[in-house]
Nanobody, 125 residues
């Protein structure tokens, strides 16, 4: 069973940085599409960034130039480096393995091989 565990969330001031980690087990990144999503109360689940099994990166327009997704295949960890954080980046961030395309009112309702438990990111002055 694929398991994903996020860490690295927290509270920062606008302009600050955080690095989220998604530690994966029972999965090979080269064989999977891995993604970061985020959700705020009352809003739909949004795809933030992803990396395909062959290393192709995708970023939502709202985070391009500020966020970077990467993977450490030796440690089986996916990262989301978030720089220049804005209050509108405040959300619960989830990592997912092989998520289905499309949207969902709740991230955990979007079909995927596995979801992490989520980590809270709060950007506030």
């Amino acid at each position: 069973e694929v398991q994903l565990v996020e860490s690295g969330g927290g509270s920062v001031r606008p302009g600050g940085s955080l690095r989220l980690s998604c530690t994966a087990s029972e999965i090979t990144f080269g064989d999977a599409n891995m993604a970061w999503y985020r959700q705020t109360p009352g809003d739909e689940c949004d795809l933030v960034a992803s990396m395909s099994g062959d290393g192709i990166e995708y970023y939502d327009d709202s985070v391009k130039g500020r966020f970077t997704v990467s993977q450490d295949n030796a440690k089986n960890v996916m990262y989301l480096q978030m720089n220049g954080l804005k209050p509108e980046d405040t959300a619960v961030y989830y990592c997912a393995a092989d998520p289905s395309p499309g949207s969902a009112v709740d991230c955990l309702l979007l079909p995927a091989t596995s979801w992490g438990q989520g980590t809270q990111v709060t950007v506030s002055s």
